[in-house]
């Protein structure tokens, strides 16, 4: 099971550290109905993670187990593919991080947090942790490293747990901090908005770029 849980930790890691989520929840916690859509928004991303994780774990569990010392193709075949798509995505963000002196450009619906209810923060955080093709992608890597190996149902949870609680951490910290002493960490907060905003292209490459090779090697191995 610890040999499982050191497979997934940079898979939880390019999780957590995905600069988009981060700046909603920090949004939210900057907006009039802080308190309710940023618990909200804590509850789906987590949720996400989960469905995300279970729904690879159970797939990749119906593959025959193989022996530790044999080959194991169709393992290494998937991420050896979800690996290239990581790298894709790595240049695709590269090329659209912003110039000097250009503003980067957010995603539309970042304007309408100010007006989201609980339900549409619960959503939305359940889009981005499960729909989002970034982060399903590790989602789905974590998902076949875990079903792939003979683990009991008990460390099946307990290893989807870490993994989740790692991954959600980003978000959860500072909506479980604001909830505690919201005044001082407003300033704070719009300035960790501000950076991320501006370095979130560059912060994705070089995470997937780091995370597409790493599957690409553990495909490789898998042969």
Known sequence: MTETIGEILPLALGVAISPIPIIAAILMLLSPKARVTSVGFLLGWIAGIVLAVTVFTLL???IPPSDPDEAAPVRGTIQLLLGALLLVLAARNWRARPRPGQEPAMPKWMHAIDTI?????????????????????????????IGSVDLSASDTVLVIAVFTLIAASTVAI??????????????????????????????????????????????????
């Open 60 to 62: 990749a569990s119906v």
């Open 117 to 145: 209810s609980f339900f549409g923060a619960l959503g939305l955080g359940l889009l981005l942790s499960a729909v989002n093709p970034k982060n399903l992608m590790m989602g789905a890597a974590a998902g076949t490293d």
């Open 174 to 223: 500072p909506v479980i901090g604001y909830l505690i002493a919201a005044k001082s960490l407003r300033e704070p907060l719009d300035a960790l908005r501000g950076w991320l905003a501006h370095e979130n292209a560059v912060i994705m490459a070089v995470l997937l770029l780091v995370i597409g090779v790493v599957l690409i090697g553990k495909g490789i191995g898998s042969f």
